[in-house]
């Protein structure tokens, strides 16, 4: 497996491993629906405007073959929390999950923000989403939550945040991907 930065040529792969990997992890806590009308074109257009931002880190894991099966992307942060980054989107497709990629990509993530000189981060994680275990082992202190809809459906998403992310660098759990 190889982490690397993504680059324009890859929004059309990303958009796929972005769309599989919600209907993936998602199915039973967003509505079906919603996941099956997800388009991965719609999703290769944001991606190609995102990737052109230059403030914008997104990191890809590869696996052997050099398909993408996971993906990282942040930044400055979007909301008015005292935190200097924020993790905007981060997905693995379900056959790369719990094996320890997770915690690498948001090791390397950390230290891209590290090298931009920003030292605090927070991620938006749903609440029953199972990942935001690894979060927590990491060393994410749960701040924050709020309403989201997602279609027409209210769902409950919680923020975790790092005041030193320094500390995910550290921390030697692999729970993550």
Same mark, same amino acid.
């Given at each position: 497996?190889? %982490? /690397?930065?993504?680059?324009? &040529?890859?929004?059309?792969? %990303?958009?796929?491993? *972005?769309?599989?990997?919600?209907?993936?992890? =998602?199915?039973?806590?967003?509505? +079906? +629906?919603?996941?099956?009308?997800?388009?991965?074109?719609?999703?290769?257009? /944001?991606?190609?405007? #995102?990737?052109?931002?230059?403030?914008?880190?997104?990191?890809?894991?590869?696996?052997?073959?050099?398909?993408?099966?996971?993906?990282?992307?942040?930044?400055? @942060? /979007?909301?008015? *929390?005292?935190?200097?980054?924020?993790? =905007?989107?981060?997905?693995? $497709?379900?056959?790369?999950?719990?094996?320890?990629?997770? &915690?690498?990509?948001?090791?390397?993530?950390?230290?891209? $923000?590290?090298?931009? !000189?920003?030292?605090?981060?927070?991620?938006?994680? $749903?609440?029953?989403?199972?990942?935001?275990?690894?979060? @927590?082992?990491? !060393? !994410?202190?749960?701040?924050?939550?709020?309403?989201?809809?997602? !279609?027409?459906?209210?769902?409950?998403?919680?923020?975790?945040? #790092? +005041?030193?992310?320094?500390? %995910? $660098?550290? &921390?030697?759990? +692999? *729970?993550?991907?």
């Amino acid at each position: 497996m190889n %982490i /690397r930065r993504a680059q324009i &040529t890859d929004a059309a792969e %990303i958009a796929k491993v *972005h769309v599989k990997s919600w209907q993936q992890s =998602y199915r039973g806590l967003v509505d +079906d +629906d919603y996941l099956l009308e997800m388009s991965v074109t719609e999703r290769e257009e /944001r991606w190609r405007e #995102w990737l052109m931002q230059k403030s914008h880190i997104v990191l890809v894991l590869e696996d052997e073959n050099k398909e993408l099966c996971g993906f990282i992307s942040g930044g400055s @942060i /979007r909301s008015q *929390h005292p935190y200097e980054s924020e993790v =905007y989107a981060f997905y693995l $497709l379900k056959e790369v999950q719990l094996k320890g990629h997770g &915690t690498k990509m948001l090791k390397r993530f950390s230290e891209e $923000l590290l090298s931009l !000189g920003k030292k605090s981060m927070i991620v938006w994680v $749903l609440k029953d989403n199972p990942s935001k275990q690894a979060y @927590i082992s990491l !060393g !994410g202190k749960k701040i924050d939550e709020e309403q989201i809809t997602i !279609g027409k459906q209210q769902i409950l998403e919680e923020c975790f945040a #790092w +005041d030193d992310i320094a500390v %995910i $660098l550290t &921390t030697s759990k +692999d *729970h993550m991907g």
